[in-house]
């Protein structure tokens, strides 16, 4: 069993859709969450962080984490064809071993204009 | 401010080659990492340092060695190339006070033969 799973999708929606992305872990001692877009061709670029459980909001882009389900979730609104990217899941632990990530297999997005 | 450099951008390799990929950040970030991403697989860890002198091994470090002589510089050296070290690869590097915010390179698409 993969530590972090992601469904790689790809996923397709139209312009003004919501869009929603998950992803599931094993290890309890992940603390910190990240989610990572990936344009075509490009390295990945940190979207969001949130420590712990809860609710993280940034715009149109909304994170999730519960901790008890050992689930989390991306949300993005009114999506445009400017969020077509890859989307990558991480998550650490805490104190010393911080800096490793975890990475999910990432899911394809595309917003059709 | 150029962020993380890759260089080269593609290289194709024939089997038994040896090379070096060259990495640089000008953020003076303390910790370095080096990632290999194959399609549908995310992002795995090859090694990583967290300061001049200092480096370790991550998740899939076999084929592989690094060296740490500056801040700036973190160079991945395969050695012996094998068909199953073609891929992308993804240098980054973070800040010890918030090491879940990575800052990747371009990449570089290497490809053995």
């Known amino acids: 069993q993969k530590e972090v799973e992601q469904d790689p999708g790809p996923l397709s929606v139209p312009e003004g859709a919501i869009v929603s992305l998950n992803c599931t872990y094993s290890?309890?001692?992940?603390?910190?969450f990240m989610w990572y877009r990936q344009y075509s061709r490009k390295g990945p670029e940190l979207l969001m962080y949130?420590?712990?459980?809860g609710n993280k909001e940034d715009g149109r882009f909304t994170a999730q984490v519960d901790k008890s389900s050992k689930y989390i979730s991306l949300f993005i609104r009114d999506s445009q064809p400017s969020d077509s990217a890859t989307y990558l899941c991480?998550?650490?632990?805490?104190?010393?071993?911080?800096?490793?990530?975890?990475f999910g297999a990432g899911t394809t997005v595309t917003v059709r204009a | 401010n150029a962020g993380v450099t890759q260089t080269p951008k593609f290289r194709i390799l024939k089997i038994g080659q040896s090379m070096t990929l060259q990495c640089t950040q000008d953020?003076?970030?303390?910790?370095m990492y080096w990632y290999r991403q194959d399609p549908g697989m995310g992002l795995k860890l090859i090694y990583y340092?967290?300061?001049?002198?200092?480096?370790d091994k991550g998740e899939v470090p076999n084929g592989y060695n690094v060296s740490r002589s500056t801040t700036e510089d973190f160079p991945l050296r395969l050695e012996l190339a094998a068909p199953s070290q073609t891929s992308v690869y993804f240098c980054?590097?973070?800040?010890?006070?918030?090491?879940?915010?990575?800052?990747f390179g371009p990449g570089t698409r290497l490809t053995v033969t």
């Open positions: 953020m003076n970030h303390n910790y």
């Open positions: 949130t420590y712990s459980s």
């Open positions: 991480a998550m650490s632990e805490l104190q010393s071993n911080d800096y490793k990530l975890s």
């Open positions: 340092s967290v300061g001049a002198g200092i480096t």
């Open positions: 980054a590097s973070s800040s010890s006070m918030s090491s879940y915010e990575q800052y």
């Open positions: 290890n309890s001692a992940f603390q910190y």
